[in-house]
C-alpha cells in the first residue's frame, strides 16, 4: 500500500498563486493530481511520469495549460503543483494520486491510479 499526503492549500484571491505539494510513502511509476468542487465529478489536472523512463512530459487538462505547472523531486518522492493565474472556477479540494503500473497515466482519469491522499482545499475568491 502506498500512502499519499498532500499540502499546500488555502485560499487566495483571483489571480493568485498556490503550490501544492504532495509526496508519496514509497518510489512509484507516475503521480498526478486531480480536483473535485462540490456536486461536480472529480477531475484529473496535471500527472508526471516519475519512473525511470527519462523524457516523459507531463501532462495537463486543458483548463490549466499555461497557469498550472507540474514538477517532481525523484529522490524524495515528491510532486508539486505550482498554480499561477488562479480563478474562482479553480476552487476545489485537491487531490493527490499515484501508480505503480501507469499504463494510462496521460488520460488523467481517476481509475487510472491506484492510491490517494485526504486531499487539500483550494479556495479561490473574487
Known amino acids: 500500500q502506498v500512502h499519499v499526503v498532500e499540502s499546500g492549500g488555502g485560499s487566495v484571491q483571483t489571480g493568485g498563486s498556490l503550490r501544492l505539494s504532495c509526496v508519496a510513502s514509497?518510489?512509484?511509476?507516475?503521480m498526478a493530481w486531480f480536483r473535485q468542487a462540490p456536486g461536480r465529478e472529480r477531475e484529473g489536472v496535471a500527472a508526471?511520469?516519475?519512473?525511470?523512463?527519462?523524457?516523459?512530459?507531463?501532462q495537463y487538462a486543458d483548463s490549466v495549460e499555461g497557469r498550472f505547472t507540474i514538477s517532481q523531486d525523484k529522490l524524495k518522492n515528491m510532486i508539486y503543483l505550482r498554480m499561477n493565474y488562479l480563478l474562482p472556477q479553480d476552487t476545489a479540494m485537491y487531490y493527490c494520486?499515484?501508480?505503480?503500473?501507469?499504463?494510462?497515466?496521460?488520460?488523467?482519469?481517476?481509475?487510472?491510479?491506484?492510491?490517494w491522499g485526504q486531499g487539500t482545499q483550494v479556495t479561490v475568491s473574487s
Open positions: 494520486a499515484a501508480d505503480r503500473t501507469c499504463r494510462d497515466w496521460r488520460s488523467l482519469l481517476p481509475t487510472s491510479y491506484s492510491y
Open positions: 514509497e518510489s512509484v511509476g507516475c
Open positions: 508526471v511520469y516519475t519512473g525511470s523512463v527519462v523524457g516523459q512530459r507531463p
